[in-house]
Nanobody
Framework: QVQVVESGGGLVQPGGSLRLTCAVS????????IGWFRQAPGKEREMVSC???????TYTEPVKGRGTISRDNTKKTAYLQIDSLKPEDTAVYYC?????????????????WGQGTQVTVSS
């Protein structure tokens, strides 16, 4: 059974940093891309970042220059660090995997998702 579990969310002051963790079990994640998504209240889900099986990474405009995605296949874990956090980064952040490559398509929808972790940026 595939499990995807995010952690590391919380309340952070504007300008701070946060490192989110995505733990994958029951799945050979080495051969698949891992994407981070977020959904703010009243808004549609959007991709934040993606890392392919070779370590190549992409970032969408909201976090470009502030985000760092990485993966450690030996630990079956992926990470997303966001620096210089802004109130508009407040959202539930999700990790997803199961497709072989990253894509910027709005229809990009990996089959395996976690339950999400809440990130709140507020003073």
């Amino acid at each position: 059974q595939v499990q995807v579990v995010e952690s590391g969310g919380g309340l952070v002051q504007p300008g701070g940093s946060l490192r989110l963790t995505c733990a994958v079990s029951g799945f050979w994640m080495d051969s698949f891309a891992i994407g981070w998504f977020r959904q703010a209240p009243g808004k549609e889900r959007e991709m934040v970042s993606c890392i392919d099986k070779s370590g190549g990474s992409t970032y969408t405009e909201p976090v470009k220059g502030r985000g760092t995605i990485s993966r450690d296949n030996t630990k079956k874990t992926a990470y997303l660090q966001i620096d210089s956090l802004k109130p508009e980064d407040t959202a539930v952040y999700y990790c997803a995997t199961g497709l072989t490559s990253c894509s910027s398509s709005p229809y990009y929808n990996p089959p395996y998702w976690g339950q999400g972790t809440q990130v709140t940026v507020s003073s």
